[in-house]
């Protein structure tokens, strides 16, 4: 096999590879409670950011 043959597996088996690392990667975040909303509540409090005070 030349090089020009195997340069779409390997661009195919390396999108494959990633594609599995960012699945795995929204799991253990989602598992962590990384996508928790209420983080804003937690770092900001009111007054914070005076743009939305009247």
Same mark, same amino acid.
């Given at each position: 096999?030349? +090089?020009? &043959? #195997?340069?779409?597996?390997?661009?195919?088996?390396? +999108? #494959? =590879?990633? #594609? =599995?690392? &960012? &699945?795995? +990667? *929204?799991?253990?975040? /989602?598992? /962590?409670?990384?996508?928790?909303?209420?983080?804003?509540?937690? *770092?900001?409090?009111? +007054?914070?950011?005076?743009?939305?005070?009247?």
């Amino acid at each position: 096999m030349t +090089g020009e &043959v #195997l340069i779409p597996y390997i661009w195919a088996a390396t +999108g #494959l =590879v990633t #594609l =599995v690392f &960012v &699945v795995i +990667g *929204i799991y253990w975040a /989602h598992k /962590h409670g990384q996508f928790d909303e209420d983080i804003s509540r937690q *770092i900001f409090t009111e +007054g914070d950011d005076e743009r939305f005070e009247k």
